[in-house]
C-alpha cells in the first residue's frame, strides 16, 4: 500500500513537472497573443490537453481579474511572470461550477456544472507593473468553447470603453439606448452609472430616462477602463 502511495506522489510530480515545463516553452513564443483589458476572448479548443497562451502589460499595480464562461469539461489555468513562476490567485467566486487551486503544478482547475454543462466565474490575481502571462489548457473538453474577459491596469484603458456620443441633449420625459464601441457579448459587463438620477437615470443596460431640466453626467465603466457623456436634459 505504502509503495503505490509513493508511486502516485511520484506520478503527481512528473505531471506537474511536464506541464509546467511545456507551459515555459509556449509562453517563450513571439506569436502570444497581446491581451487588452476589458475585452472579450473567444477559444475553441480542438483536442485535450491543448494550450492557448497570451500576454498581458500592466502599466501599474493591481489586480488582474480573468472573468470566464465556459463549456469546457476542465480547463487549467495558469498566470505566470517573466521568470515563468506561477502566480496563485488571491480570490476565486464561482458562480456556476467549481474552481480550485493544484499545490503539486500551482496552477486553478475550472470544473463546469455537470448538469449545467458550463462553469462561471472570476479569478482574481495581485500584479505589479511588468508582463505576465496566460495559459489555457483544455483537460476534459466538453462542448470546447470558453470565453473570458481580462481586466488589468493598461495604458490602452481610455480606449477599451467608447461611448457612441459625448454629449446628448434630451427632452425631460424621454428616453435613449446608450451603447458602446464594444461588442454586444461585451457590452452586458458595462456598469452604468449617472451622477443625478433627478435629472437623468439610466438602467443597468445603458438607458437613460430623462427626469427634469438640468445636467447629469452618465459614466460607463468595465474593468478599470470607463468613459463619461454629459446628458443635458430640456423641459
Known amino acids: 500500500m505504502k509503495a503505490k502511495k509513493i508511486l502516485g506522489i511520484l506520478l503527481s510530480l512528473a505531471m506537474a513537472?511536464?506541464?509546467?515545463?511545456?507551459?515555459?516553452?509556449?509562453?517563450?513564443a513571439?506569436?502570444?497573443?497581446?491581451l487588452s483589458s476589458g475585452k472579450t476572448y473567444s477559444v475553441s479548443f480542438q483536442k485535450n490537453r491543448e494550450q492557448i497562451n497570451y500576454k498581458v502589460v500592466t502599466n501599474k499595480s493591481g489586480k488582474l481579474k480573468l472573468t470566464f464562461s465556459s463549456q469546457v469539461g476542465?480547463?487549467?489555468?495558469?498566470?505566470?511572470?517573466?521568470?515563468?513562476?506561477?502566480?496563485?490567485?488571491?480570490?476565486?467566486?464561482?458562480?456556476?461550477?467549481?474552481?480550485?487551486?493544484?499545490?503539486w503544478s500551482d496552477c486553478c482547475y475550472l470544473e463546469w456544472n455537470k448538469t449545467e454543462r458550463k462553469y462561471k466565474g472570476t479569478l482574481t490575481y495581485e500584479v505589479s507593473k511588468g508582463t505576465y502571462?496566460?495559459?489555457?489548457?483544455?483537460?476534459?473538453?466538453?462542448?470546447?468553447?470558453?470565453?473570458?474577459?481580462?481586466?488589468?491596469?493598461?495604458?490602452?484603458?481610455?480606449?477599451?470603453?467608447?461611448?457612441n456620443n459625448l454629449t446628448?441633449?434630451?427632452?425631460?420625459?424621454s428616453t435613449l439606448q446608450l451603447g458602446t464601441a464594444l461588442s454586444a457579448s461585451t457590452d452586458d459587463n458595462v456598469a452604468w452609472k449617472s451622477s443625478k438620477t433627478s435629472v437623468a437615470k439610466v438602467s443597468a443596460t445603458g438607458l437613460v430616462t430623462a427626469k427634469a431640466a438640468g445636467t447629469a453626467t452618465i459614466t460607463a465603466t468595465i474593468g478599470d477602463s470607463s468613459q463619461k457623456i454629459d446628458i443635458i436634459v430640456k423641459k
Open 168 to 173: 446628448l441633449t434630451m427632452k425631460a420625459g
Open 17 to 28: 513537472v511536464t506541464a509546467f515545463a511545456a507551459f515555459a516553452v509556449n509562453a517563450s
Open 133 to 163: 502571462y496566460v495559459n489555457l489548457e483544455s483537460y476534459t473538453l466538453g462542448d470546447n468553447k470558453l470565453s473570458f474577459i481580462p481586466t488589468f491596469p493598461s495604458n490602452d484603458s481610455g480606449s477599451d470603453v467608447k461611448i
Open 30 to 34: 513571439a506569436d502570444i497573443k497581446k
Open 74 to 103: 476542465n480547463v487549467i489555468v495558469r498566470v505566470t511572470d517573466t521568470s515563468n513562476k506561477n502566480i496563485k490567485p488571491t480570490d476565486a467566486k464561482d458562480t456556476l461550477g467549481s474552481s480550485s487551486w493544484s499545490g
